[in-house]
């Protein structure tokens, strides 16, 4: 059966509010599981089952001082588990993060998202999204933030998780978890 497992990690909660919109996406689509990773940069065993069953994974960390943040991280380094055996061989994978500043560095994030995935074998599902890069767009668009290789986010500094991310990164997010969804019920490794 197709699924689709994402799995993340969030500081203040902005990032949740994005895991979840890009859960929204894939669960209109198919089957979908969210597991955020704890402040200690933990997964219980069920999550790490529900990944291992998953179709395709979508990793998720706000941007932390140009990379992710060191939960994420942590997880990261205990995925080496099933990538000896290879168990994540050919599934689906994309990326999302989350940042205070228009920029960030958030695609060094992306970047060490999308090197995780290539580490296990995996397929990268990029946002497949033009931007919003014209003097009528704002930050109720999608794509603002011109993210390409996966979904980006902005929230202010003194934004609560109530204010950010803003309508139109959380529709960027649900679209890509849809976009990678929408593959993954076709893929055929």
């Not at 894939?26 to 999550?47: C, F, K, R, W």
């Not at 970047?111 to 580490?119: A, G, P, V």
């Not at 497949?128 to 999608?142: F, I, R, S």
């Amino acid at each position: 059966m197709t699924s689709i497992a994402i799995v993340y990690f969030s500081g203040y909660g902005h990032t949740t509010k994005q895991a979840q919109a890009v859960h929204a996406g894939a669960a209109a689509v198919t089957e979908a599981s969210i597991h955020q990773i704890d402040a200690n940069g933990d997964l219980p065993p069920e999550a790490w089952e529900a990944i291992g069953k998953a179709t395709a994974i979508i990793y998720g960390s706000p941007t932390y001082m140009g990379g992710p943040a060191w939960q994420f991280k942590k997880f990261a380094d205990a995925s080496s588990k099933p990538w000896f055996t290879q168990a994540w061989k050919n599934k689906l994978a994309a990326g999302f993060t989350n940042s205070a500043s228009v920029n960030g560095d958030k695609y060094a994030t992306i970047q060490y998202l999308w090197t995780l995935s290539q580490q296990h074998a995996q397929v990268w599902v990029g946002t497949g999204l033009m931007p919003a890069n014209t003097k009528a767009h704002g930050p109720a668009d999608v794509n603002w933030t011109a993210g390409f290789g996966g979904a980006l986010a902005i929230s202010p500094s003194d934004a609560s998780p109530d204010e950010a991310p803003r309508a139109g990164d959380l529709e960027t997010a649900r679209l890509l978890g849809q976009r990678v969804a929408q593959f993954a019920l076709n893929w055929k490794p």
